[in-house]
């Protein structure tokens, strides 16, 4: 199971793509959500995370979920790859979240594949102790890639991908940690990509970093939109208007609105998201 | 009172003071003065080691030298030769009554295993036979006193003899009584199939056992002789020995005249040692009054008192020191090495002769194995015998001991012989080999054992076991090292022995183990002591990899295991080679268990058996300075070299804990 030929299929059965096919009961008009969140309820041991979170999240464009802090954000992002589960006690107890088709909870699902296919940035760069070049290929390599060429040829894309390449193409080999800090999250946004994920979860990407290294992921993030399926969240309201196509307000663990960003952030529907976007909150 | 305006930032006064002193900086001087004092504590310990341990130098050299000036070194070339002859001589030895013995193998081990059936029914029967023997012996007491008044002529007033021969009749009958349930009980005792295990090498057969059983049930404690089929045994054994006797005949004579070859040179060795060992006490005596009388004349010049200078000089010229006068004694040593060139040549002669005689191979493993070492002791034999004249005839007794090599001979010396009648031997190679082999075996067994289990409480195991396994394992550390030692002695010695002796175990090398206590045992126990350190140190490194490596490994479809193996640790491998350091210095440091448990024996181990070494007694540095301190005089050269063993010691362990510091410094840099 360790090392798998990453071109066969990627998930035990049954397989995500296939199941796509024949469970896409949307209505939404466009095309089918990737992420379909349904009636979730979350528990930390006892204490109550997430009540009753309803939500779809269309592929190929950027969701923002945003909110007051302790709202249950980072913890709907982490279920959305199964992170949750190296925590003690942590569970869902109602409600399945599917991604492309097939329930992520259920037992034949393997969280190790679906990692490969939901890609993650954290709030706080954390590349490996390795050089450059090997941050990039660990997924490539865990995964059971050891072709050096082939290696070679996707390190660099990814860096590419994550506009990084310029600057470290003459480095490969040094290590990872004398990168600067939005260097180092570029160079996790390329680690995640070298897997070529269907999604790409970030959780507050910018929020250790200087305005014009977050101008530079933003930009990044909006380049990306073409080909991931991206949910990042942010405290920035600005940075949630300029790089999301869709916002969901969360507060208390509660959904409270979810739309088109122009329309959260120019028409909302309900006051408090009004409050909170315009800043008169709490 | 004009006093200045005094700023915002001036200094408040603390109104306690002492010595003008506040509170701040009394503290402050309080935590320096502790620093410093281990500072100064430590730096202590370094100048009275070193200045101890450095003196062995010169007294060594001071020893080496009158080792030369009294010929004991010349004579010591001889003994070389005659111990290499015996050696050989010894496996020759070994190969013929390895062969005789074989002839016998099956009765002398019947034998063995009469005598341990014996004693277990001895033991089952105990209380039968002490009233048989009581009986017995009433009835002899008895029988004497009759004889007694018999022999006396005019006895019959106070004996009855007539009652005492009816009293005779009766003891009779009960003795017979208690033989036959002595007998029985025997008979019921040997059903029970437990008698049928014996730790004989041999296996019985039924009626082998059968045979044996029946001699011993006959067999009374007021037999004289053994049973019938013992005595056959007996008489076999004899007669197979007699016969294997006659086949090897021509070893035996072989053996006889090799041995034979190497009494003139023995001959030769006994009056010149003699006279080295008179000559070294001699000087030994001389060399005492002359520092003696220094001191006094050192003495006297640090007086200030003129009256007790002035004694003090008087006792000085009192001594009268005397000049021992080498070369007319070591005359003897020259004038013989024509006589010791004639006994070699002949040696030579003859060995070499009798070497072509001896068969290739023997009939048994035994003889086998000891003729193969004959055969390659004795090239090496000869080769000496043919070297050794010409270095007698460079040898000088007045030839100075050069410094360095004195040094070296301490490093390299092989020997560590002290309090003895000939000449003190401080070589340093035993006692380090001895610690080096015990702490490569501990390493071996604690590294993968405790760096094994710190990735498992660490990485893998929930919390319940976390909180089970790690108190567990850090317990360990509570046990008394002298009550490890003496488990080690009782019960580790004993097991790791019976295990030895498995017969489908016979090939590893150096089973069975010919003694209890010798390097793995200690070896065993030291890592079973190394390990709680090393794992606690383990886990603590691993806990020092961030959760966020941890998770960003997993959040890109790596396994459980993968991120074990590439990220954690890696991310903890210095601080798990700083805590691996940390237990080999506590290992190398430990006392007590080596004293108990590594076999004591001051010899270099003999590594031709290969991997089969660490099943050898040795002694440690440790061990040798716990032993022998205790019984030195101060400011002997014995003294001197266990302080310097001391230091050699210290280094070591100081080298590893900067090694350690090193590589922990450098790893918390890479993060
Ligand atoms: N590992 C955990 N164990 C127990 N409770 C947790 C854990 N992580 C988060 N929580 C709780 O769950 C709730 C939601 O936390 P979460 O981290 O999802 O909030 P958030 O919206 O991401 O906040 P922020 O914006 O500050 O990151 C909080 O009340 C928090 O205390
Ligand atoms: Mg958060």
């Known amino acids: 199971m360790l090392l798998e030929n990453p071109n066969s299929s990627l998930m035990e059965t049954p397989s995500l793509e296939e199941d796509a096919v024949h469970t896409s009961p949307s209505d939404s008009g466009e095309s089918a959500p990737i992420i379909d969140i349904e009636g979730v309820d979350f528990h930390y041991g006892k204490s109550k995370a997430l009540s009753d979170i309803t939500l779809a999240i269309p592929e190929k464009q950027v969701t923002a979920f945003i909110g007051p802090s302790g709202c249950g954000k980072s913890t709907l992002l982490r279920c959305l790859n199964r992170m949750n589960d190296l925590i003690e006690g942590a569970q869902i107890s109602k409600g399945v979240i599917r991604i492309l088709g097939t329930d992520i909870y259920d037992p034949t699902v393997d969280p190790i594949e679906l990692r490969k296919h939901v890609g993650m940035v954290f709030q706080k760069s954390n590349p490996f102790p390795k050089t450059i070049y090997d941050n990039v290929a660990y997924g490539l390599r865990v995964g059971g890639l050891t072709d050096k060429h082939g ?32 260097q180092q999250q570029r160079l996790c946004i390329a680690r995640a990509i070298a897997v070529q994920p269907k999604i790409i979860l970030m959780d507050e990407p910018c929020s250790a970093l200087d305005p014009i290294a977050t101008m530079r992921i933003e930009k990044l993030i909006s380049e990306l939109k073409s080909d991931y399926t991206i949910v990042i969240v942010t405290h920035n309201m600005q940075q949630a208007s300029r790089v999301s196509d869709r916002t969901a307000l969360f507060y208390l663990g509660e959904l409270v609105e979810e739309g088109t960003t122009e329309q959260i952030f120019q028409n909302p529907d309900k006051k408090e998201t009004e409050d909170y976007i315009s800043g008169r909150f709490g | 009172m004009n006093a200045p305006e005094p700023n915002p930032f001036t200094k408040k006064r603390d109104r306690i003071q002492i010595l003008g002193l506040n509170r701040e900086s009394m503290l402050k001087y309080f935590f320096g003065g502790n620093a410093s004092l281990a500072i100064v504590v430590l730096s202590l310990i370094c100048i009275f080691l070193a200045k101890e341990a450095l003196q062995f130098f010169p007294s060594h050299h001071r020893g080496l030298q009158l080792y030369r000036l009294s010929g004991q070194e010349f004579v010591d070339y001889l003994e070389d030769e005659s111990r290499q002859h015996k050696k050989a001589a010894g496996y020759l030895a070994r190969a013929y009554y390895g062969e005789i013995n074989a002839s016998s193998k099956r009765e002398q081990g019947l034998l063995v295993a009469y005598e341990e059936l014996s ?456 601080g798990i080679i700083a805590a691996i350091l940390l237990g080999f210095g506590r290992i190398i440091g430990e006392t007590m268990v080596v004293l108990l448990v590594a076999g004591g024996s001051i010899s270099l181990p003999d590594f031709s058996e290969g991997i089969g070494v660490i099943t050898q007694p040795v002694h440690t540095m440790t061990g040798i300075i716990a032993q022998e301190t205790g019984e030195v005089d101060q400011g002997s050269i014995h003294y001197r070299a266990l302080f310097l063993l001391g230091m050699v010691l210290f280094s070591i362990s100081l080298l590893i804990n900067y090694s350690a510091q090193k590589i922990v410094f450098k790893y918390q840099l890479a993060r």
């Open chain 2, 119 to 574: 004693e277990r029914l001895e033991r089952e029967t105990s209380k039968e036979a002490l009233l048989f023997n009581t009986t017995f012996e009433n009835l002899l007491d008895l029988q004497f006193e009759i004889e007694d008044s018999e022999s006396e002529e005019d006895g019959a007033e106070s004996f009855d003899i007539e009652a005492a021969k009816a009293e005779v009749t009766a003891l009779t009958t009960r003795l017979e009584e208690r033989r036959r349930t002595l007998r029985e009980r025997k008979t019921d005792a040997l059903k029970d199939p437990g008698m049928r295990e014996l730790d004989s090498p041999i296996s019985l057969s039924e009626t082998e056992f059968q045979n044996i059983a029946e001699a011993i049930i006959t067999t009374d404690p007021d037999a004289e002789d053994d049973a019938p089929h013992i005595q056959e045994l007996n008489r076999t054994i004899d007669d197979k020995k007699a016969a294997a006797e006659a086949e090897y005949q021509d070893l035996f004579t072989q053996l006889e005249a090799f041995r034979a070859a190497g009494r003139p040179l023995d001959e030769l060795i006994g009056p010149l040692r003699d006279h080295a060992r008179t000559t070294k006490e001699r000087a030994v005596a001389a060399e005492t009054l002359r520092k003696g009388k220094e001191a006094l004349l050192a003495g006297a010049e640090n007086a200030r008192d003129p009256e007790r200078r002035a004694e003090f000089l008087a006792d000085a010229e009192a001594i009268e020191l005397e000049e021992v006068p080498y070369d007319e004694l070591n005359q003897i040593f020259y004038d013989n090495i024509d006589a010791h060139h004639a006994v070699t040549s002949q040696m030579m002669r003859d060995l070499e002769q009798l070497g072509s005689q001896v068969v290739a191979s023997g009939q048994t493993t035994i003889a086998q194995t000891n003729l193969s070492r004959f055969r390659e002791e004795l090239p090496e034999l000869l080769t000496m015998l043919g070297e050794t004249n010409d270095k007698l005839k460079a040898w000088r007794h007045d030839t100075p001991f050069p410094f360095l090599p004195s040094v070296l001979a301490f490093f390299t010396g092989k020997d560590w012989v002290t309090n003895s009648s000939w000449h003190d031997f401080y070589g340093f190679l035993p006692l380090f080999t001895g610690s080096i082999l015990i702490s490569l075996i501990a390493l071996i067994v604690t590294v993968p054992f405790s760096v094994g289990a710190a990735i498992y409480v660490n990485q893998i195991a929930g919390w319940r076991e976390q909180n089970l396994i790690k108190p567990v394992v850090e317990f360990i550390q509570a046990i008394p090292s002298i009550v490890l030692g003496f488990f080690g002695i009782a019960v580790l010695g004993t097991t790791l022995r019976e295990v030895s002796q498995l017969e489908w175990l016979a090939w590893v090398p150096g089973f069975p183990m010919q003694e209890r206590l010798n390097v793995l045992n200690a070896g065993l126990l030291l890592a079973f002591m190394a390990i709680p350190t090393v794992f606690t140190l383990a886990e603590d490194a691993l806990n020092n990899v961030p959760r966020s490596f941890t998770e960003g490994s997993l959040a890109l479809g790596a396994t459980k295991v993968q991120t074990i193996l590439r990220i954690v640790v890696p991310g903890a491998l210095s």
């Open chain 1, 151 to 182: 290696l070679d040829e996707i390190v660099e894309r990814s860096l590419r991908s994550a506009a990084l390449w310029d600057e470290t193409k003459d480095r490969l080999k040094d290590n990872a940690m004398g990168l600067s800090g939005g």
